[in-house]
């Protein structure tokens, strides 16, 4: 509690070393016990493998009919699926 102004600057200025020390050290042992891969998989892209559609008994013609109406099976024009499948890496 009673430092002086001096002691309590040295003591902040050698901390921020020693702290980016301890954290290189933490984050080079978890990239070894990895293996270097991430622990996260991201993808630019989800693409659903198939879609339901709920419909009314009295409109379900009309919904087949606007089923059938769209590009691969479903997918709308203009989003093709990522080759290999979504996010396959």
């Given at each position: 509690m009673?430092?002086?102004?001096?002691?309590m600057?040295?003591?902040?200025?050698?901390?921020i070393?020693h702290?980016?020390?301890?954290s290189?050290?933490?984050?080079f042992?978890?990239h070894?016990?990895t293996?270097?891969?991430?622990?996260?998989?991201?993808c630019g892209?989800?693409?659903?493998?198939?879609?339901?559609v709920?419909?009314d008994?009295?409109?379900?013609?009309?919904?087949?009919?606007?089923?059938?109406?769209?590009?691969?099976?479903g997918?709308?024009?203009?989003?093709?699926?990522?080759?290999?499948?979504?996010?396959?890496?």
């Open positions: 009673f430092v002086t102004a001096h002691r600057i040295a003591s902040l200025v050698s901390g070393p702290g980016v020390t301890f290189v050290i933490l984050c042992a978890g070894v016990m293996g270097g891969r991430r622990d996260v998989a991201s892209q989800i693409a659903a493998s198939r879609h339901d709920a419909a008994a009295e409109v379900i013609e009309e919904a087949k009919k606007h089923a059938g109406q769209t590009r691969d099976a997918e709308p024009s203009g989003f093709g699926r990522p080759p290999g499948g979504p996010c396959a890496y």
